[in-house]
């Protein structure tokens, strides 16, 4: 095996022959036989979050490496399953490989090949729905990011009828939302306030996922603006040899608002 693991151009055999050896219980590495589906889960979540990260600020170079930490993690997750006795790598990637041509009669079956993209998706997710055979809402997984999850879930009911047929509706239960929450802030417990919030926040993802907007990638485009901008802040403060602590807000904003007609200028 170790000649495998330690020669080049072995391509996947080659990986998950090191995972083997990684976790060979007598020779393998203390760390990975320490670790469980539960302990590696938070690494595979980090990766994928990695690989998103670099197809949004394009960067390619950086691509093929977070692809393979990713692939890596399904590796380790295999070779967990293979100990257990549960599935192995083949059998994940054979029971991936059926979905597919399942989910795609129209490539491998008798169904028509001309129709939308669009028609498509629904396609897609009746046939999930079908597999799932169980509630509406079932199978969204809970890992989830958040407000991801919120539209994922939002999708769900809308495709049996449960969904505002206008976003001005979605637009008047924010305002409500919004005034419930002041309300709650100088009325309620903290944890009322924080289920206010939480109210609010799903319906600004209903919201954006009536306007066809990602809210996830809105609210990352939103922190990298802010980032950016902030650090026009600190640098304009350090050119004068100082930092933002020995500043004040009313400077800063002012600053601030450089940064930002400086960002807009140069669209």
Excluded at 32 to 53: G, L, M, R
């Amino acid at each position: 095996m170790d000649d495998i693991c330690t020669t080049p151009g072995g391509g996947l055999p080659r990986l998950l022959a090191i995972m083997d050896r990684l976790r060979d219980p007598r020779t393998g590495c203390p760390w990975d036989i320490e670790q469980d589906f539960a302990s590696i889960a938070p690494y595979t979540i980090e990766e994928a979050y990695e690989v998103a990260d670099a197809i949004e600020g394009e960067a390619w170079d950086e691509l093929e490496g977070e692809l393979g930490d990713l692939l890596l993690q399904v590796i380790y997750h295999a070779r967990m399953g293979a100990e257990q006795d549960r599935f192995d790598f083949h059998s994940i990637a054979e029971r991936v490989a059926q979905k597919m041509v399942n989910r795609h009669p129209h490539i491998w079956g008798d169904q028509s090949r001309d129709k939308s993209a669009q028609q498509q998706v629904a396609d897609w997710e009746a046939a999930k729905a079908k597999e799932r055979q169980g509630r509406t809402l079932d199978g969204v997984a809970k890992g989830l990011p958040a407000l991801t999850r919120a539209v994922k879930l939002q999708n769900r009911a809308a495709r049996v009828g449960f969904d505002w047929p206008e976003t001005v509706a979605v637009l008047d239960k924010l305002r409500e939302e919004a005034a419930e929450l002041v309300e709650a802030r100088d009325t309620l417990t903290p944890e009322a306030a924080a289920e206010e919030m939480g109210d609010l926040l799903f319906v600004m993802a209903n919201l954006a996922r009536h306007l066809e907007i990602d809210p996830e990638a809105a609210l990352r485009a939103a922190n990298a603006k802010f980032i950016r901008r902030f650090e026009a802040i600190e640098d304009e403060l350090a050119a004068q040899g100082r930092s933002p602590s020995q500043s004040d807000l009313a400077e800063m904003d002012v600053l601030w608002d450089a940064a930002k007609r400086r960002e807009k200028s140069s669209y």
